[in-house]
Each structure stands twice: as structure tokens, then as C-alpha cells.
């Protein structure tokens, strides 16, 4: 009995323990220090129940057989529990990766420090990133290209081709929407074209009808808040000055009389440059010295002159509250070129007009003196007549008179 019990002792406080050290530092963390442990222990477990049926004989099977069927069934299960389940827990994450779920599950637990443990973490990994990436092409595919991706490493090449493609997809997206902007300028300038060509032709015959109608559709069309058009006046070659003809502010009318001379204020300023002149940052009273319209304070003034033939034909002041588009501005120089050809024409038609009227005045008056000449005329031949007919009887009288004292004196 002594002797089993030190055996035991010796088995179970000595070789255990150093075969379980040994496999530790030869195995750490590894499987196959579990898989050591698990056969170890039962092998030395056997060994101590096969000497005791040494020492007491072969009856001591009945209840030696028993335990160690136990001690490998305690066997069996340490060998599922820490060997074959991490193993099957790989398979499935292995198997959900190949049905293209990536999400990690809730219910996963931490797993050991070995080769199974890395290997699944490392499929664990893979998942998150493969999800992340999931999440992000989705993104993209929605266009949200503001999601942030983080690279799963510095060689996450996958990560950096969608990044890269993120990033080329944005500008695309950008140059898209530029274009598009510009298409809508380009479509807006082309029908403001075509809108005030179609009005000024239209107008053709009164230069104060035409300024009204088109200062008023401009204002509106550019979204202005107030405008005016200034109209050239030669009638005297020595001050040729601008007059207002057409004024908007506020969508209301204003009837001013207001003219400026070249060179004098911002419209004369700018019939003298011949170019353009914008202004921002206006002072408070500034639009009421300097500019033509007044009453308000605007925050930006843009005067843009009309010209043909080197010529300025008229001056277009606007004002707004807001910055004028650069696009605005370059429609505005379009049209008016076309204003300048609007008036030019207008004015020929006007002076034609007025020679004409004077033509027929003159051959009104001509007409009238001739009458005139006619009467007068017909008026002195009958005088002749008479005055002939009175020669002719003084002649009669006469030679009756002479016959007659011829008879006296014979």
C-alpha cells in the first residue's frame, strides 16, 4: 500500500508537473500543448491504475476498467472543448466568409493563444475588413463619396483601389456638376439671347418704349434690384450727354430727369472708358452722389456700355444687393451689342423720320407758294386783259376822235 501511494505521489506531484512544464516551454502557445496535455494526463492516469492492478491483482480490474473508460472520457471532452470546437468555430467563420457574410457575431467569445486562436483572428480580421470594405463600395455606389475608409495596413491594397477609385469617382462627380452648371449657364445666356433679341426687334420705332420694356426685362432676368438705361443725346456735337430713358427699381418705375455728360459721374465715366465698371462694397450714400438712380443703397454697381462702331450708343447701370455672376456680366456684353444696334437703327429711323417730315413740310410750303404764285399769276394776266381790253378801247376812241375832227376841218 505504501508503495502505490508513493508511486501515485511520485506521478502526480512529479512527472505531471514536469511533463506538463516540459510541454509548455517546447509548445507554448501552441495546439499542440493542448493536444500533449490532453494525452499526457490520461496516459499518466493509466499508468498509476495499471500498477495498482500490479500490486493488487487482477481483481482490481472490475473497478480499475471503469475509471480510466472515465478518465478518457474526461479526455474526449477536453480534446472537444479545446481542440475540436476552436476548429469547427474556424470552419464556420471560414464558411460564412465563402457566403459572403462578414459581419463579426455578437455571440463570437475571445479565443486562445494558439495556432487555431491567430488563424481565426486573422479570419476575424479579414471579415471586418472585407465588411468595412462591403460598407464603403456601398457607399460609393450610392454616391457618398464623403464615407471615410481606414486601410486595414499599409499594404491594404484592396483599400487603396477603392480609395483611388473614391477619389476618381468624386472628381468625376465634381467635373459632372461643374459641366452640368455650365451647361445651365450656357442655356440660360442662349435663351436671354434669344429673349431680348426677339424684344428689341419688336421695338422699332420708340427709343422711350424700347429703354422701359428692356431695362424692366433685364432687372428680372438677371435678378437685380434696381437698373437703368441711358440713351446718347447728340443734339448738341459740343455736350453730348446720356439720358435716362428706362429705369427699374424695386419692380416700380421711377420717372427721373437725369442726364449726365461724358466723363461726369459713373455714367459718363464709363461711356468715356468705353469698358465696363463694377463696383462692390458701395457706401451708404454712395448711389446717391455718384450714381444715376438713387433712394437705395446697393451693395454692388455694374455699368456696362452699349458700343458700335466705336461708339457708345447707351450706358446699362444695374444694382444689387448680391455679387453679379461672372456669367451674368459676359451676357450682358452680348446683349448689348445688340441694344447698340437697337438704338443706332431707332435713332436713323428717327432722324430719317424727322427728314422726311421736314421734306414734306418743305413741299407742303412749296405746294402753298405755288398756289400762291398761280393766283397771283392768273390774278396779273387778268389785269393785262383788262389792261388790254381798256388799250383797245382808248385806241378805238382815239382814232374815232381823230376821224372825227378831220371831218371838222374839212
Not at 27 to 34: C, D, E, L, Q
Not at 74 to 92: D, M
Not at 104 to 110: L, N, V
Not at 274 to 298: K, V
Amino acid at each position: 500500500m505504501n508503495s502505490v501511494l508513493l508511486f501515485a505521489l511520485i506521478i502526480i506531484f512529479g512527472v505531471i508537473p514536469f511533463g506538463i512544464v516540459f510541454l509548455r516551454v517546447i509548445y507554448k502557445k501552441t495546439i499542440v500543448f493542448k493536444i500533449g496535455v490532453v494525452i499526457f494526463l490520461p496516459a499518466m492516469f493509466c499508468t498509476i491504475v495499471a500498477y495498482i492492478v500490479g500490486y493488487y491483482g487482477l481483481l482490481s480490474l472490475v473497478w480499475a476498467v471503469p475509471l480510466c473508460f472515465a478518465a478518457l472520457m474526461i479526455s474526449n471532452l477536453a480534446t472537444k472543448r479545446f481542440i475540436q470546437r476552436p476548429i469547427v468555430r474556424l470552419r464556420e467563420k471560414i464558411d460564412e466568409m465563402g457566403r459572403g457574410v462578414f459581419a463579426a457575431s455578437k455571440s463570437e467569445s475571445k479565443h486562445k493563444q494558439d495556432e487555431i486562436g491567430d488563424i481565426y483572428r486573422s479570419f476575424k480580421n479579414l471579415a471586418v475588413n472585407l465588411h468595412n470594405t462591403a460598407i464603403f463600395a456601398d457607399a460609393i455606389a450610392h454616391n457618398n463619396f464623403e464615407h471615410e475608409y481606414t486601410l486595414a495596413s499599409e499594404d491594404d491594397e484592396l483599400g487603396k483601389a477603392l480609395t483611388n477609385m473614391r477619389d476618381e469617382l468624386k472628381k468625376a462627380k465634381a467635373a459632372e456638376k461643374q459641366q452640368t452648371i455650365e451647361q445651365e449657364k450656357e442655356a440660360w445666356t442662349a435663351n436671354g439671347i434669344a429673349i431680348f433679341n426677339d424684344l428689341l426687334r419688336q421695338e422699332t420705332s420708340n427709343l422711350e418704349a424700347m429703354s422701359q420694356k428692356f431695362i424692366s426685362k433685364l432687372t428680372d432676368y438677371i435678378g437685380v434690384v434696381q437698373g437703368g438705361v441711358f440713351i446718347i443725346n447728340e443734339d448738341d456735337a459740343e455736350h453730348i450727354k446720356y439720358e435716362l430713358k428706362g429705369a427699374v427699381a424695386y419692380s416700380r418705375a421711377k420717372h427721373m430727369e437725369k442726364d449726365f455728360e461724358i466723363g461726369i459721374g459713373l455714367v459718363g465715366q464709363c461711356a468715356y472708358e468705353r469698358a465696363p465698371i463694377y463696383l462692390n462694397e458701395i457706401p451708404d450714400n454712395y448711389m446717391e452722389i455718384t450714381s444715376g438712380l438713387g433712394e437705395s443703397n446697393p451693395n454692388y454697381v455694374l455699368l456696362m456700355p452699349a458700343i458700335m462702331n466705336d461708339k457708345v450708343y447707351a450706358v446699362i447701370e444695374l444694382a444689387s444687393f448680391g455679387k453679379i455672376d461672372e456669367y451674368k456680366i459676359n451676357f450682358l456684353t452680348k446683349i448689348s451689342d445688340a441694344l447698340s444696334s437697337t438704338i443706332s437703327m431707332l435713332k436713323i429711323n428717327s432722324s430719317t423720320a424727322k427728314l422726311l417730315e421736314e421734306s414734306k413740310d418743305k413741299a407742303d410750303m412749296l405746294a402753298e407758294q405755288s398756289e400762291v404764285l398761280k393766283q397771283s399769276y392768273e390774278e396779273l394776266r387778268a389785269t393785262q386783259e383788262d389792261l388790254a381790253r381798256k388799250e383797245a378801247m382808248l385806241r378805238e376812241l382815239e382814232e374815232r376822235y381823230n376821224i372825227h375832227l378831220e371831218d371838222a376841218e374839212a
